[in-house]
């Protein structure tokens, strides 16, 4: 019964390229949420989505950064044309629905040079 | 609206030593209240939960209680391991919460020494 997986677990990107982060919930969960991490710090969420929707990118920077649950294949955080800033664990959780325990990836740890 | 205040790390302790981490919310309804534990480079695990009032959550010999009438959700262990060294988040899910989000503490980090 394979976890919340997310790849890859380390990515380097040079300032202005992009990122592509991927989380595959665990099997029978429907709903997928996205949390950064940045040194030092706890964990701030970003965006919920069930399959093909988005249900809360409050917490999703303006620009630069999408996310989306296609029908088919894993949930992808995107970030375009990225910033040193963005060096930050960024993790996914899966929940089997609404107020369920949220079960979390080992992360994918981003570097920007 | 919702927040989660986590007592500030790190904290250093002997093997067999007592531990408390003190955890208070903020919530405007119901919340479930968390404690996850992220061992170095790994993801974050749940340790305990509770999800009504005076619930007792336990798992590994930690436990935490619900506390609403001091908002409260301390973690405690009678006698910590070397291999309990980690970093410990208090987090809340409030169930009238649209977004269904978690809030987290900031975390603290524990290391035990032999």
């Known amino acids: 019964n394979a976890g919340v997986m997310q790849n890859p677990r380390h990515l380097v990107r040079r300032r202005g390229q992009e990122a592509r982060l991927r989380c595959s919930p665990m099997?029978?969960?429907?709903?997928v949420y996205w949390y950064r991490q940045l040194p030092e710090e706890g964990l701030k969420f970003m965006v919920y989505l069930q399959k093909e929707n988005i249900i809360d990118e409050s917490g999703m920077p303006k620009e630069r950064f999408s996310a989306e649950f296609p029908k088919e294949g894993p949930s992808i955080l995107r970030i375009q044309q990225v910033v040193r800033g963005d060096s930050a664990a960024y993790f996914c959780?899966?929940?089997?629905?609404?107020?369920?325990?949220?079960?979390f990836g080992a992360g994918t740890r981003l570097s920007v040079l | 609206g919702d927040s989660v205040t986590q007592m500030e790390g790190p904290v250093t302790l002997s093997e067999e030593a007592f531990l408390t981490i003190n955890c208070t919310y903020t919530a405007t309804g119901y919340p479930s209240l968390f404690w996850y534990v992220q061992y170095p480079g790994e993801g974050l695990q749940l340790l305990l939960k509770a999800t009504k009032a005076d619930d007792k959550g336990s798992n590994k010999g930690f436990e935490a209680t619900y506390r609403k009438e001091t908002t409260s959700f301390h973690l405690e262990k009678g006698s910590v391991q070397v291999s309990d060294s980690a970093v410990y988040f208090c987090?809340?899910?409030?169930?009238?919460?649209?977004?269904?989000?978690?809030?987290f503490g900031t975390g603290t980090s524990l290391t035990v020494i032999p």
């Open positions: 099997k029978g969960h429907s709903h």
């Open positions: 987090a809340l899910s409030d169930p009238t919460n649209t977004g269904n989000q978690f809030y």
């Open positions: 959780a899966s929940s089997r629905g609404t107020a369920n325990i949220q079960y």
